[in-house]
């Protein structure tokens, strides 16, 4: 809950997850740094990694990563971060981390997807009557299975309030720099794009919503 301390982010990873979708927000997010600190003392977010199993992740590319947590043991979450690639095509189909995924949406202040990642998000029923995007490649599979999914092909970010969603790949940074922005205003992520050297404008940002971060239901 906003006022306690850093929030806490979860950035779920799996087998073949494209690298930069979970990667570009965990930069965009463990940078980020209320105004005028310095070191781990001003940090806004705490990012966590979290999979299914405690196994290394073999994400595109062959990268090797440890999750810092599992989907069993993690602590509660204030944002969550769905990453996209072409594991998605196989983690649609898996019962447990779509009805994880579900438990986090109810408890969370905010629900995020990268690239692909929406068709997870999607395939849990939580884009029902949402504005949402996706990868521009994979636009017409989102709307062809997925018809009650309002689909958005001309903004780079979508954000429906507690849904924000974003294009492919690079564009998950813009995605976290927006919530920056919606969280901890534009100083704060002029200053995170800044401190990356990242090309960034806020017209980037879709219908957003200012507010606090309150973290929903559970302990």
């Not at 299975?145 to 309002?150: F, N």
Request: with cysteine.
């Amino acid at each position: 809950m906003a006022g306690t301390g850093p929030a806490t982010v979860g950035i779920l990873i799996f087998d073949e997850v494209e690298v930069l979708d979970f990667c570009g927000p965990f930069e965009v997010l463990a940078s980020a740094r209320a105004s005028g600190s310095e070191g781990d003392e001003g940090r806004l977010f705490h990012v966590l990694t979290i999979a299914e199993r405690s196994e290394v992740v073999r994400c595109r590319g062959g990268l090797l990563v440890q999750p810092h947590h599992t989907i069993r043991d993690h602590p509660p979450l204030d944002v969550l971060v769905v990453p996209g690639g072409r594991g998605t095509r196989r983690e649609r189909e898996n019962e447990i981390l779509l009805d994880w995924i579900v438990e986090q949406d109810r408890r969370t202040a905010l629900t995020t997807s990268v690239c692909t990642g929406a068709f997870l998000l999607a395939a849990a029923g939580l884009l029902d009557g949402h504005r949402a995007t996706t990868h521009w490649a994979s636009l017409d599979w989102l709307r062809n299975h997925h018809p009650a999914v309002d689909v958005r092909a001309d903004e780079r970010v979508v954000d429906a309030g507690r849904l924000v969603t974003s294009a492919g790949v690079s564009a998950g940074i813009d995605m976290a720099l927006h919530l920056v922005q919606r969280l901890h205003g534009s100083e704060v992520a002029t200053a995170t794009a800044r401190d990356m050297e990242y090309d960034w404008t806020p017209e980037w940002r879709s219908h957003g919503v200012a507010g606090s971060l309150v973290r929903r239901g559970g302990s």
